[in-house]
Each structure stands twice: as C-alpha cells, then as structure tokens.
C-alpha cells in the first residue's frame, strides 16, 4: 500500500517530532519519489509506430467500384502482405476460445467484427473499424479546370 505525501505529512505534523526533523523527512520521500518516477518512465517502452493498411473485400478477385473494406494498423517496419495472415491467426485464437467456440469467425468480415483486440493484438493488427466502409476508385488526377469558370477556381 503506497500513501501520498500529503498523508505522511499530516501524520508527521501530528506527531511530537520536531518540525526540522519532519521537514527533512518530507523532503527526502520527494526526492525519493521523484527518483522511483524517473525510473519509471525510463524503463517505458516507447509507442510502436504503425501504417495503415486498407484491406478490402473482393470476394470475385476482380477490383470493381462497389467494393468495401476495413482500415486495419500493422507495425510500421512489417510489409503489408502479411495483414491478411495476422487477421486469420488472431482469427484461429478467437475460434479456440471459449465465445468462439461458441461464436466461431468464417469469414474476414465476421473476424473485423468479433474478434477482439485481446487476440488482434497479439499479432500485430490493429482493427480500426468493425464495421465495412465503401472504397471509392480514382484515376489519382485532377483534372484541368475549364476556361468557362470562375477566375477565383483558376490556377
């Protein structure tokens, strides 16, 4: 059990010692506090960087525009081919557990769905929406405006 050093110092005060003495005890579970602190934060592993993946459903093999996904994480030094593959192993783990036993995943909808982050994290996804969203495709280009426009939409 930790007590914070407004405690200690109450119970300090309240005590018969002298106020010298209390102050210097004070000041030494500070500097002693701030020392455990600093560790601390030494010791902490700093934040993996992560990409986006976009991962989409194309269940013909043929990229068409009526085409959904989900936005998926993955570290950021991993190539995104494995996306795929850590969304089935989390989704193996998920069908042994007790609720997907229960519950189990077939298809990667389902796994963005109801498999937890408990066993998505554990490789390395990061599911950011369980719900599909609509892909839009484009030619990447935009295109020249016309010279019947407005001057302030001209480059």
């Known amino acids: 059990m930790k007590a914070d050093i407004e405690t200690v110092q109450e119970v300090l005060e309240s005590s018969e010692l002298e106020p010298e003495l209390a102050q210097q005890l004070i000041q030494q579970i500070k500097w002693d506090q701030a020392k455990v602190d600093e560790a601390a934060k030494a010791e902490r592993v700093p934040a993996q960087k ?20 989900w936005a998926v994480q993955i570290p950021e030094d991993e190539s995104a081919s494995t996306t795929t593959d850590r969304l089935i192993r989390a989704a193996y783990e998920f069908n042994i557990s007790k609720k997907g036993r229960k519950y189990p995943v077939k ?26 969203v609509q892909v839009v495709v484009t030619d990447n280009k935009i295109p020249e405006i016309p010279a019947d426009f407005p001057t302030e939409y001209r480059i």
């Open 50 to 69: 992560k990409q986006f993946v976009l991962l989409v459903s194309d269940p013909n093999g043929t990229i068409k525009n009526d085409l959904v996904g």
């Open 107 to 132: 298809t990667v909808g389902e796994a963005c769905e109801a498999v937890g982050a408990r066993f998505t994290k554990e490789q390395d996804i990061w599911i950011k929406n369980k719900v599909p």
